[in-house]
């Protein structure tokens, strides 16, 4: 059975369509300075965070030449660390988990956009190029304080 051209085309279309939306979502920021590339989850208790290597202790490490990790901890109704600095020309993976509820973590003005869930590490891998200062921003209801739950991450030369 042979298929009707037309259907081959609108077949081509949709595809190219939704190659068209998955490149949108994947490379949106590109030309802002920085870029989401990759993203993952993995599991971490709650009532684990204070004694786990990494998110005991909030921080950006410095893991290869120009490779680095965050370990972020969203709780109500704060970021740690906070300020988040990092290096100029650099490629940071970040390791977002919650001490209580669901949070945010939304780089403002980036596609570096996630939920951070209790019991759940979210992962996104970002490029950084220029010096620049991002809010961060908390996007899902998390309680009275919600409104005000703000960070800051800042490119350094
Ligand atoms: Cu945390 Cu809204």
Redo the contacts with the bound molecule.
């Keep these: 059975m042979r298929i009707h051209t037309y259907e081959k085309l609108w077949l081509v279309a949709a595809f190219l369509l939704i190659v068209g939306f998955i490149a949108t979502i994947t490379y949106g920021s590109v030309g802002l300075g920085i870029q989401m590339i990759d993203d993952s989850e993995e599991t971490l208790s709650p009532d684990d965070i204070n004694d786990d290597e990494r998110f005991g202790e909030p921080r950006v490490e410095q893991v290869g030449e120009n490779e680095y990790e965050a370990y972020v901890v969203?709780q109500?109704?704060i970021f740690q660390p906070d300020p988040i600095e990092i290096p100029a020309n650099s490629r940071v993976t970040f390791y977002v988990t919650s001490r209580d509820v669901i949070?945010?973590f939304d780089v403002v003005g980036t596609n570096t956009n996630t939920m951070v869930i209790p019991g759940e590490v979210s992962k996104m891998t970002v490029e950084f190029d220029e010096p620049d200062e991002y809010g961060i921003v908390?996007?899902?209801?998390?309680?009275d304080f919600?409104h005000t739950?703000e960070g800051q991450l800042n490119v350094v030369p």
């Design positions: 969203a109500t109704f949070h945010g908390c996007n899902e209801y998390c309680g919600h739950m």
